[in-house]
């Protein structure tokens, strides 16, 4: 990639995935702005940005993943600051959209959070939001400013025909019915067919699986999700498919939130290799094993390229990412 030099375009990390924000930097032949976070004695976030971004084109980075809370704080008192000392403009770089799931009244008297945090960060002053694979795609709707909302399946579909597929029956199932639309998309790039786990789930983390729609007999699966929390629907998906007829399980997903007993689960699992990308950082203790990371860098590098340079993003959602020279 061409390295920028122009002084007014700039890029800030924020406390949640700085090594994905560095890889970004360094695809873009950059330096990361200079910020410091730190803390008062009673938790209280404070932010100094420690050079000049009046008239800047600001891009900050912040995925809003564990701790959530403090997380998106620091991405509010950010964009604050930010426009407190004239920013041109503040783009919010999203690689993974907290409170994603509650994005609508499953049960009365629930809150729309994602909606109110999509208003929160509006709000604050935010002028534009680069997203990648929201829990549901109309969350892009909850925002007042513009939203670029990329995909995960085409690096997923690389890694996967790079290393293990070329020649082989595959199927990509989705582990609900609302994944179809994920499912179908890394289906096209596998140029496989794709099955659906019907499920039912009696209570928040705990799903049962209820019946396959789809052949996955004597085929190579491969799971797909936007996230995998506790991981207990893609396991017992995965046993399902298994015990239906697949040789091989396999499962990505874009977003490694692994909270609780996630990492047991599924190194206790039929799933020969889960994939997923460095949206959210994980600790030292969830890499290895059966968890495979691949980079969502240059992707969202070529992104805020384009953005910056008010060129079409949508080319980055029609094909299999390829860095373009």
Not at 59 to 71: G, H, I, K, M, W
Not at 87 to 100: D, M, R, S
Not at 177 to 183: E, K, L, M
């Amino acid at each position: 990639m061409e390295h920028y030099s122009d002084p007014k375009f700039k890029l800030f990390a924020l406390s949640s995935n700085r090594p994905l924000a560095e890889k970004i930097a360094s695809d873009l032949g950059i330096e990361l702005g200079k910020v410091s976070v730190t803390h008062f004695s009673d938790g209280e976030i404070k932010i100094n940005i420690d050079e000049s971004i009046r008239g800047a084109h600001v891009y900050v980075l912040q995925s809003t993943s564990s701790p959530v809370n403090d997380n998106i704080m620091e991405l509010l008192i950010m964009i604050d600051a930010l426009r407190r000392a004239s920013a041109k403009t503040i783009n919010v770089v999203l690689p993974y959209y907290g409170y994603a799931r509650q994005d609508r009244k499953a049960q009365s008297r629930e809150p729309i959070t994602s909606k109110l945090v999509a208003n929160m960060i509006t709000q604050a002053g935010a002028d534009r939001v680069l997203t990648l694979d929201l829990h549901a795609a109309q969350i892009q709707g909850f925002f007042d400013i513009p939203v670029d909302h990329l995909f995960g399946a085409p690096l997923l579909a690389n890694y996967f025909l790079e290393n293990h597929f070329k020649e082989k029956d595959i199927v990509v199932v989705s582990p609900d019915h609302g994944g179809v639309t994920r499912a179908r998309k890394l289906a096209e790039f596998l140029h496989a067919p794709i099955a659906i786990i019907d499920k039912r789930r009696p209570k928040a983390n705990v799903a049962e699986v209820m019946n396959i729609i789809g052949d996955v007999n004597g085929k190579v699966a491969v799971l797909i999700d936007d996230m995998i929390d506790t991981a207990g629907t893609i396991t017992l998906a995965a046993q399902a498919i298994k015990d239906a007829g697949a040789t091989e399980v396999y499962a990505c997903c874009t977003h490694a939130v692994l909270s609780g007993p996630a990492l047991e689960r599924i190194n206790n699992s039929v799933i020969k290799e889960v994939v997923v990308t460095d949206s959210i950082n994980l600790p030292e203790e969830k890499r290895g094993g059966k968890i495979v990371e691949i980079s969502v860098s240059q992707l969202m590098a070529e992104a805020i390229r384009r953005i910056h340079e008010n060129r079409s993003v949508s080319p980055l959602f029609i094909e299999k990412f390829k860095m373009i020279d």
